[in-house]
């Protein structure tokens, strides 16, 4: 299995949090936790989950249409 990498800080991921098949490090989640909702960090982290975990669920999609047959 290829490593997984934090989606926030493109770090390969040792450990950490999976969301959606994303992984986040432990770094990055614990400046999460304790980001207040107006920092900068806050919103790019947003913004890091919608364009990640988008192109993924998109690539779901398509991958299911190939394998099921209609
Ligand atoms: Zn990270």
Known sequence: MRKQKCIICGKPLNDGIMIYGRGICKKCEERIINAER?????????????????HYMIRGVDYRCQNYPL
């Open 38 to 54: 107006e920092t900068d960090f806050y919103e790019y982290y947003i913004y890091c989950i919608k364009k990640r975990i988008a």
